[in-house]
């Protein structure tokens, strides 16, 4: 044969033009071919041995040669079709650098176009967001641009005659922007654009975007991340939790008018341990090789399989259905943590951070006793300082570190941050000693039971104080419900109680230290202890 494809571009190639080193192949059978040429025959193609098939009319043994056969015209090879989609609207949120507030915008993507004629035109909501698109460039792949939260909704506001007539139908229809009235929420997955939703899972984590007059309303058991301001409209970061709330259910009924469904798997980290959330929904961990996990696949007759993946690594493990397992997951570089998914479902993503490590240590002093913030016993001894049981009467920090008290009323959101001075230390290995009036003004911090309290000394340790309301009338009578649900509060932050007394049962929720992902969850079990007492009174 004079004639062959050229895979790497598809295109159809002379013999007399083949090149030695490139792959080609038949056009009838698409077998492998070689380019051939000797003292006695032209350049020509013909099929290595062993891949021709028999009934491809352009194949000839080598015992007997026929001459030159008319090739047939080379057919386009079919390209895969492109569906026209609408527009869609994403929200971008910036990774967070420091202290600086985390930023955030709307987007809308404009799907990738079926061929490279025409130009249209996008309205993004008004002057200053409208822009003039080629499809040559939107043949390539989607494109997304940034467009103005105020506007109702987006579109594509003119195409040209030479555009496929679907794809512009799909792209001139309307997709609606943030609503006025209500909450939008998005997905909180991995990477920094994320889609609306149509239905929430408890447990899991979103984007509400709401006017800021809003947030107010807000019920204080969830846990919560604020973004900074765009506009007249706030972004936070809501974690659900995982038991079945009906308050939050109706709350965010009203306020989204989106249905919640049960969490579908449960997980968390055990070991090392975690540092913080940060408002891109990232869990950050102390820099290790090794994770421990705690997994629940939940009921069903499928299996669950969970994936870890590190660089070309891979590794899975089937689940058990609907009991707990504890997993280890190691062999990956501190640096660059695993990426984890159930049933390609991808788990939110890990990042891992260096812990200070210092041969200093903050002093905490109550009376003539001191003991280091790093002790187990700090936290207990803080709760004692709270409930008016203890003095503290001197905190000591590595000179260079500012420690930090924040505080907020148990209603609202935001909260108000107060650094504590210091006395400057002579040389740079030296303690220094936070002075008189930042001592006082942190003791009447703690001792204000009315407000949530965080105690940040950076590397050494910080401490969450939640607030509970001032009137501490004794509790009657709790409902069964409410009382499993404080003793599941209290088990899970270690705190395990065998008392009947539900006055006990109400004190020790008051004074627990819980961690953060139960916070939410002792703020719901004190607030149906209220009603509670309310309700027997």
């Known amino acids: 044969m004079y004639f062959a494809i050229d895979l790497a571009s598809g295109q159809r190639i002379a013999a007399s033009e083949a090149q030695r080193y490139r792959r080609y192949a038949c056009p009838v059978c698409e077998a492998r071919v070689s380019p051939r040429q000797g003292a006695f025959r032209d350049a020509h193609f013909a099929h290595i041995s062993g891949a021709a098939r028999p009934e491809c009319y352009l194949y000839h043994s080598s015992d007997g040669w026929k001459g030159p056969v008319a090739e047939p015209v080379a057919q386009p090879r079919p390209q895969p079709a492109i569906l026209p989609a609408p527009l869609s609207l994403n929200l971008h949120v910036q990774q967070p650098a420091g202290k600086v507030p985390t930023f955030w915008g709307l987007e809308v993507e404009i799907p990738r176009a079926p061929t490279v004629k025409g130009t249209l035109t996008f309205d993004g909501g008004g002057d200053g967001f409208r822009v003039q698109v ?314 204000n039971i009315a407000s949530d309290i965080h105690l940040d000394l950076g590397p050494f340790g910080e401490w969450w104080f939640a607030g509970h309301p001032v009137a501490n009338t004794s509790v009657r009578r709790l409902s069964a419900a409410a009382r499993a649900h404080a003793r599941w509060v209290l088990a899970g932050a270690g705190m395990a109680i065998r008392s009947e007394s539900d006055d006990e049962l109400s004190a020790a929720l008051r004074v627990l230290n819980a961690p953060r992902w139960l916070e939410s969850h002792r703020r719901l079990a004190l607030s149906r202890i209220a009603r509670s007492s309310a309700e027997a009174r």
């Open 134 to 447: 080629a499809c040559a460039r939107l043949h390539a792949g989607p494109l997304t641009y940034v467009v103005n939260p105020d506007a109702a909704t987006f579109r594509v506001a003119w195409v040209s005659p030479d555009v496929d007539t679907a794809y512009g139908q799909a792209v001139q229809e309307r997709v609606p922007g943030l609503d006025a009235g209500r909450t939008t929420v998005f997905s909180a997955g991995r990477g920094s654009r994320q889609s609306v939703v149509a239905t929430l899972d408890w447990g899991s984590t979103y984007y509400f975007v709401q006017q800021a007059d809003l947030i107010a309303r807000v019920p204080p058991q969830l846990a919560v991340t604020r973004l900074a301001n765009l506009k007249r409209w706030s972004c936070l970061l809501v974690t659900l939790p995982q038991v079945v709330d009906n308050e939050i259910a109706e709350w965010i009924g009203r306020a989204t008018g989106l249905q919640l469904q049960p969490a579908k798997r449960r997980w968390g980290i055990v070991t090392p341990a975690m540092l913080f959330v940060d408002a891109s929904a990232r869990v950050v961990l102390d820099a290790k090789s090794e994770l421990t996990l705690a997994m629940y696949a939940g009921d069903g007759q499928d299996k669950a399989v969970l994936t870890a993946r590190s660089g070309e690594d891979v590794a899975t493990v089937e689940l058990t259905r609907d009991e707990w397992q504890f997993i280890r997951v190691g062999g990956f570089s501190a640096t660059h943590p695993p990426l984890l998914d159930i049933d390609g479902r991808l788990l939110p993503e890990i990042i891992t951070r260096p812990v200070a490590r210092t041969a200093r240590t903050a002093l905490l002093t109550f009376g003539t006793r001191s003991i280091s913030a790093n002790s187990v016993e700090a936290g207990s001894s803080l709760e004692q300082v709270r409930a008016g049981l203890l003095a503290l009467t001197s905190l000591q920090v590595p000179s260079g570190l500012s420690p930090l008290v924040r505080s907020r009323a148990t209603d609202q959101i935001d909260w108000d941050e107060q650094p504590l001075a210091v006395a400057g230390a002579e040389t740079i290995s030296a303690n220094a000693t936070v002075t008189a009036e930042a001592l006082a003004l942190l003791q009447n911090h703690l001792r």
